[in-house]
């Protein structure tokens, strides 16, 4: 690991990149595009990479996009952001807000959001990728950037690794990602061991008197965590979905749950699918259903499991550069990502970490009045607006210390 005061060094213009990375995110957000569907946004991310002097791949898993910024001898460190958006209305009230209405794929027309900010993570990522260009002389070493599709199906980074990801980039050293979240802005967070959750969906189909069978189902797996999961073990199960009927004289042939679960643990993971197996199966045994139900897992995303070396550095790092009340603890966090499919496949060490994004005015006062929950909209809300400062700021001089921590010449 090289000294870190090369970090300094070139973020000493990052003021000169204000006006250009302000309108770069307001554009993105104005224009925001489903997952698969990021055309536009990879134009643009492409466009720039190239400008900052990249060797540049596109059309990776899809529209995925890479930038490779070689610059001498040194160790490889891969940065990912994630470029998709959500079938949303906006309501934030931005004179930058979205109004994009797509088809869905499906057939059905959507309005989307960048109701997740990921506008921010490829706005700060590029902004870091500029920065690297500038400065040369203060680093050594490559520092490649990498734009996902798709996060928000869980399959965008695994697309990019079956599309030969490996073979397009050199063998990274390490890797790092980031993510804003319904925190004051201007502060970081960093966590070591599992940080974001695993999270998998399952869709159940039920037949035979589908609306009372579909109500029992949804009352025992209530009492899934709270019976079968040891106390201390993390574990969530929602049902989010249930369709069934058109009439309420009609009797339907069939019922559609769909429910979510969140674990740090494999076990875990593994005892609750089990146990939405058999208490679907019972159920519809006991109300003497034709057929076993149809369950299907989809939608998962791994553990986001920080390695504690990479981790140590990066916080020292950032510790090194940020004011101490920038720096806070946000605890482990029940979002899930599928980043870490990247670094997995390439055998490579990792860490991921948070960055606020809310109004600090705004959230210490609801703090102060215990409505944080209530009064800051969180991530996948229709009233999700970072502020532009200090995120976009502090955002961009995150990627450039955590990655100047192995870059920096010293």
């Known amino acids: 690991m090289a000294s870190n005061t090369a970090a300094h060094t070139i973020l000493s213009r990052q003021s000169d990149l204000r006006e250009w990375q302000e309108a770069l995110y307001k554009d993105l957000h104005a224009h925001p595009e489903l997952s698969f569907q990021e055309e536009r946004t990879a134009g643009i991310v492409a466009e720039q990479l190239k400008e900052f002097g ?8 899809g529209t995925g996009v890479v930038g490779i910024l070689a610059n001498g001898d040194g160790p490889t460190v891969l940065a990912r952001a994630d470029m998709d958006a959500l079938p949303v209305p906006e309501a934030t009230g931005l004179d930058y807000a979205s109004t994009v209405v797509v088809d869905d794929g499906e057939g059905s027309s959507v309005p989307v959001m960048h109701a997740c900010g990921h506008d921010v993570h490829v706005s700060t990522l590029l902004g870091a990728a500029r920065l690297f260009a500038q400065e040369r002389d203060a680093w050594s070493g490559t520092f490649v950037a990498l734009f996902q599709p798709a996060e928000e199906l869980g399959s965008g980074a695994e697309r990019m690794v079956d599309d030969g990801l490996a073979e397009l980039i050199p063998q990274p050293d390490l890797a790092l990602a980031q993510h804003v979240l319904a925190r004051p802005a201007g502060t970081v967070s960093t966590y070591t061991g599992g940080f974001l959750s695993m999270a998998d969906s399952v869709r159940i189909t039920l037949s035979i008197d589908p609306a009372v069978l579909a109500a029992m189902v949804v009352v025992r797996l209530q009492t899934v965590v709270s019976r079968e999961i040891p106390p201390g073990e993390f574990a969530v199960l929602t049902v989010g979905k249930i369709a069934v009927g058109a009439k309420s004289n009609i009797i339907d042939d069939h019922a559609v749950l769909e429910l979510n679960i969140r674990t740090y643990s494999t076990d875990t993971r593994d005892r609750m699918l089990k146990a939405i197996t058999r208490i679907a199966e019972a159920e519809s045994a006991a109300s003497g259903s034709p057929q076993q139900p149809d369950i299907e ?11 504690a070396e990479i981790t140590g550095v990066v916080s020292d790092a950032f510790a090194e550069y940020f004011p101490a009340e920038s720096l806070v603890d946000y605890g482990r966090q029940t979002a899930s990502e599928d980043f870490s499919n990247i670094p997995r496949a390439m055998g490579v060490p990792y860490t991921y970490w948070g960055i606020g994004g809310a109004d600090p005015d705004l959230y210490r006062e609801a703090e102060r009045a215990g409505r944080v929950t209530e009064d800051i909209p969180a991530n996948h809300s229709p009233k999700f607006a970072p502020v532009l400062q200090p995120t976009l700021m502090t955002g961009t001089a995150a990627l450039v210390v955590a990655a100047a921590a192995w870059l920096g010449k010293g």
């Open 54 to 61: 990249c060797e540049v791949h596109t059309g990776i898993g």
């Open 297 to 307: 897992v989809y939608n998962s995303y791994p553990l986001t499991d920080n390695d």
